[in-house]
């Protein structure tokens, strides 16, 4: 079944099943956010983004939702696939700072069981 | 391929060495970092540069030097001062970096795993 996690470090879930990778912010003035994967060893990889002024982005298989309300932002993985099986990290950037003042989040290791 | 070239992937260092790792980008991109990385824990940014010639210290910043001569690269010189310098290190690079309003993607290195003896 699908598997939510809040503030969780790990994430398990079955191939072909939905995943949902939650992230709390604390900054009401970020107007940026950004998902990355880290497979083991490798860099981060950019998956989807979003900007402040949206509640909801899809790409191929993801979708980034921000409620700004509760400063919350997720990460949803549809069909999960072994492939997907890495640390997922969210970032956000207030609004009066560059991209170069990237906040990220300790991450979210999310494994697919097959 | 245009891209981000991280070197040495691995660096063994004994205690009071400085060290440099090397950053390199062939996307004409003006903007490069280095962060720093715990197990368990996010990326922490060391320094910045949003061009050429200039850069500037990021939250973990002491025990670090950097230098941007050049756009292409962006090297990250871990001094003997860096009293836990063992940790992976990823140099990424963006678009721009002087606009406030700029948003978009950073590309990252492989990465570096230093390790001191």
């Known amino acids: 079944g699908e598997s939510v996690g809040l503030h969780l470090p790990t994430l398990s879930v079955q191939e072909g099943d939905n995943s949902i990778i939650n992230c709390a912010y604390s900054?009401?003035?970020?107007?940026?956010f950004i998902w990355y994967k880290q497979e083991s060893g490798k860099g981060p990889q950019f998956i989807i983004d979003i900007r402040s002024n949206m509640d909801k982005r899809q790409g191929q298989r993801v979708t980034v939702l921000l409620n700004k309300t509760v400063k919350h932002l997720s990460l949803q993985i549809a069909a999960t696939q072994p492939g997907d099986s890495a640390v997922y990290f969210c970032?956000?950037?207030?609004?009066?700072?560059?991209?170069?003042?990237?906040?990220f989040g300790r991450g979210t290791q999310l494994t697919v069981w097959p | 391929d245009g891209g981000i070239t991280q070197s040495p992937k691995y660096l063994f260092r004994k205690e009071g060495q400085n060290v440099t790792l090397s950053c390199e980008q062939n996307?004409?991109?003006?903007?490069m970092y280095w962060y720093r990385q715990d197990p368990g824990q996010g990326l922490r940014l060391i320094y910045y540069?949003?061009?050429?010639?200039?850069?500037q210290k990021g939250d973990i910043a002491e025990g670090y030097s950097v230098s941007r001569e050049k756009k292409e690269s962006f090297p990250l010189t871990v001094t003997s001062a860096q009293k836990n310098p063992t940790a992976f290190y990823l140099c990424?690079?963006?678009?721009?970096?002087?606009?406030?309003?700029?948003?978009?993607?950073?590309?990252f290195g492989e990465g570096s795993r230093l390790t001191v003896l």
């Open positions: 540069s949003q061009i050429v010639n200039d850069f």
């Open positions: 900054n009401s003035a970020s107007d940026y």
């Open positions: 990424a690079s963006s678009k721009g970096g002087l606009a406030v309003r700029m948003t978009g993607e950073l590309f």
């Open positions: 970032a956000e950037k207030d609004r009066g700072s560059t991209l170069g003042r990237l906040y």
């Open positions: 996307l004409n991109h003006d903007a």
